[in-house]
Protein backbone atom coordinates (compact mmCIF):
# COMPACT_ATOMS: atom_id res chain seq x y z
CA UNK A 1 0.00 0.00 0.00
CA UNK A 2 1.28 3.28 -1.16
CA UNK A 3 1.90 6.23 1.94
CA UNK A 4 -1.35 8.40 1.67
CA UNK A 5 1.54 11.99 0.83
CA UNK A 6 3.03 9.97 -1.97
CA UNK A 7 -0.38 9.34 -3.48
CA UNK A 8 -1.11 12.98 -3.37
CA UNK A 9 2.11 14.13 -4.50
CA UNK A 10 1.32 11.80 -7.84
CA UNK A 11 -0.81 14.78 -8.57
CA UNK A 12 0.65 17.62 -8.00
CA UNK A 13 2.23 19.70 -10.89
CA UNK A 14 5.63 21.05 -10.31
CA UNK A 15 7.23 23.48 -12.58
CA UNK A 16 11.34 24.71 -12.44
CA UNK A 17 12.66 27.67 -13.39
CA UNK A 18 16.49 28.64 -13.82
CA UNK A 19 16.65 32.23 -13.23
CA UNK A 20 20.02 32.42 -13.59
CA UNK A 21 19.36 31.37 -17.54
CA UNK A 22 16.61 33.90 -18.06
CA UNK A 23 18.87 36.65 -16.87
CA UNK A 24 21.60 35.82 -18.63
CA UNK A 25 19.33 34.96 -22.31
CA UNK A 26 16.22 37.23 -22.08
CA UNK A 27 16.72 40.12 -24.18
CA UNK A 28 15.55 42.21 -21.29
CA UNK A 29 18.64 41.89 -19.79
CA UNK A 30 20.87 43.00 -22.47
CA UNK A 31 18.69 45.50 -22.78
CA UNK A 32 18.96 46.56 -19.62
CA UNK A 33 22.72 46.10 -19.65
CA UNK A 34 23.20 48.73 -22.49
CA UNK A 35 21.21 51.14 -20.98
CA UNK A 36 23.39 51.07 -18.07
CA UNK A 37 26.48 51.24 -20.33
CA UNK A 38 24.90 54.05 -22.11
CA UNK A 39 23.89 55.51 -19.22
CA UNK A 40 27.39 55.49 -17.21
CA UNK A 41 29.65 55.48 -20.28
CA UNK A 42 30.67 59.32 -19.79
CA UNK A 43 31.26 58.83 -15.92
CA UNK A 44 33.46 55.66 -16.74
CA UNK A 45 35.56 57.63 -18.76
CA UNK A 46 36.20 60.22 -17.16
CA UNK A 47 37.47 57.96 -14.49
CA UNK A 48 39.67 56.38 -17.00
CA UNK A 49 40.94 59.84 -17.25
CA UNK A 50 41.46 61.01 -14.24
CA UNK A 51 43.79 57.61 -13.61
CA UNK A 52 45.84 58.24 -16.79
CA UNK A 53 46.67 62.06 -15.21
CA UNK A 54 47.29 60.68 -11.83
CA UNK A 55 50.04 57.95 -13.38
CA UNK A 56 51.36 60.50 -15.44
CA UNK A 57 51.64 62.99 -12.01
CA UNK A 58 53.01 59.46 -10.46
CA UNK A 59 55.60 58.83 -13.67
CA UNK A 60 56.64 62.59 -13.24
CA UNK A 61 57.57 62.04 -9.77
CA UNK A 62 59.17 59.37 -10.03
CA UNK A 63 61.51 60.52 -13.42
CA UNK A 64 62.35 63.92 -12.26
CA UNK A 65 62.13 64.06 -8.13
CA UNK A 66 65.15 63.53 -7.41
CA UNK A 67 66.26 66.88 -9.43
CA UNK A 68 63.40 68.67 -8.55
CA UNK A 69 64.01 70.87 -5.57
CA UNK A 70 62.81 70.22 -2.11
CA UNK A 71 59.22 72.67 -2.44
CA UNK A 72 58.83 71.42 -6.16
CA UNK A 73 58.79 67.88 -5.16
CA UNK A 74 56.49 68.51 -1.67
CA UNK A 75 54.01 70.48 -4.14
CA UNK A 76 53.53 67.54 -7.35
CA UNK A 77 53.90 64.48 -3.82
CA UNK A 78 50.82 66.89 -2.54
CA UNK A 79 48.83 66.78 -5.73
CA UNK A 80 49.11 63.32 -6.32
CA UNK A 81 47.58 62.87 -2.95
CA UNK A 82 44.67 65.00 -3.84
CA UNK A 83 44.14 64.06 -7.17
CA UNK A 84 44.27 60.01 -5.81
CA UNK A 85 41.79 61.05 -2.77
CA UNK A 86 39.58 62.71 -5.21
CA UNK A 87 40.29 59.70 -7.28
CA UNK A 88 38.80 57.14 -4.87
CA UNK A 89 35.67 59.36 -4.10
CA UNK A 90 34.66 59.41 -7.76
CA UNK A 91 35.66 55.89 -7.91
CA UNK A 92 33.35 54.79 -4.91
CA UNK A 93 30.35 57.44 -6.18
CA UNK A 94 30.46 55.71 -9.31
CA UNK A 95 30.20 52.05 -8.37
CA UNK A 96 27.75 53.15 -5.96
CA UNK A 97 25.21 55.02 -8.41
CA UNK A 98 26.14 52.23 -10.37
CA UNK A 99 24.95 49.28 -8.42
CA UNK A 100 21.76 51.27 -7.62
CA UNK A 101 20.75 51.47 -11.03
CA UNK A 102 21.61 48.21 -11.91
CA UNK A 103 19.24 46.68 -8.91
CA UNK A 104 16.65 49.34 -10.14
CA UNK A 105 16.96 47.41 -13.53
CA UNK A 106 17.06 44.06 -11.89
CA UNK A 107 14.22 44.93 -9.84
CA UNK A 108 12.02 46.10 -12.78
CA UNK A 109 12.96 43.26 -15.14
CA UNK A 110 12.56 40.88 -12.03
CA UNK A 111 9.15 41.85 -11.59
CA UNK A 112 8.35 40.90 -14.98
CA UNK A 113 9.97 37.57 -15.10
CA UNK A 114 8.17 36.69 -11.85
CA UNK A 115 4.87 37.95 -14.06
CA UNK A 116 5.54 35.92 -16.98
CA UNK A 117 5.42 32.81 -14.25
CA UNK A 118 2.76 33.20 -12.79
CA UNK A 119 0.54 33.49 -16.00
CA UNK A 120 2.48 30.42 -17.24
CA UNK A 121 1.97 28.77 -13.84
CA UNK A 122 -1.86 29.76 -14.23
CA UNK A 123 -2.13 28.62 -17.57
CA UNK A 124 -0.67 25.32 -17.66
CA UNK A 125 -2.36 24.59 -14.13
CA UNK A 126 0.90 24.26 -12.32
CA UNK A 127 0.25 23.66 -8.36
CA UNK A 128 3.93 24.63 -7.38
CA UNK A 129 6.85 26.65 -9.33
CA UNK A 130 10.41 26.72 -7.99
CA UNK A 131 13.69 27.87 -9.00
CA UNK A 132 17.52 26.89 -8.68
CA UNK A 133 17.91 28.90 -5.86
CA UNK A 134 15.29 26.80 -4.16
CA UNK A 135 15.65 23.28 -5.79
CA UNK A 136 18.44 21.24 -5.43
CA UNK A 137 17.60 18.82 -8.29
CA UNK A 138 14.73 19.25 -11.33
CA UNK A 139 14.37 17.36 -14.14
CA UNK A 140 13.73 17.75 -18.03
CA UNK A 141 10.02 17.39 -17.67
CA UNK A 142 9.81 19.82 -15.09
CA UNK A 143 11.66 22.43 -16.83
CA UNK A 144 9.82 25.97 -18.00
CA UNK A 145 12.64 27.94 -18.36
CA UNK A 146 12.08 27.84 -22.77
CA UNK A 147 8.45 28.71 -22.23
CA UNK A 148 9.56 30.88 -19.78
CA UNK A 149 12.15 32.92 -22.06
CA UNK A 150 9.87 32.33 -24.93
CA UNK A 151 6.98 34.38 -23.37
CA UNK A 152 9.84 37.22 -22.37
CA UNK A 153 11.31 37.42 -26.45
CA UNK A 154 7.73 37.65 -27.57
CA UNK A 155 7.22 40.80 -25.00
Known sequence: MMPVYLAYAADVKIGFVS???????????????????????????????????????EEKLSKDGVVMNDSQRRNLESDIRAQARELKRTSDEFREDFNIRRNEELGKFQ????????????????????????????????DVTEKVLKSLTSK
Open 19 to 57: VAKILQNAPQAEAASKRLEQEFAPRQKALVEAQKSLRKQ
Open 111 to 142: KQVLEVINKLAKEENFDLVVNDGAALYAGPQV
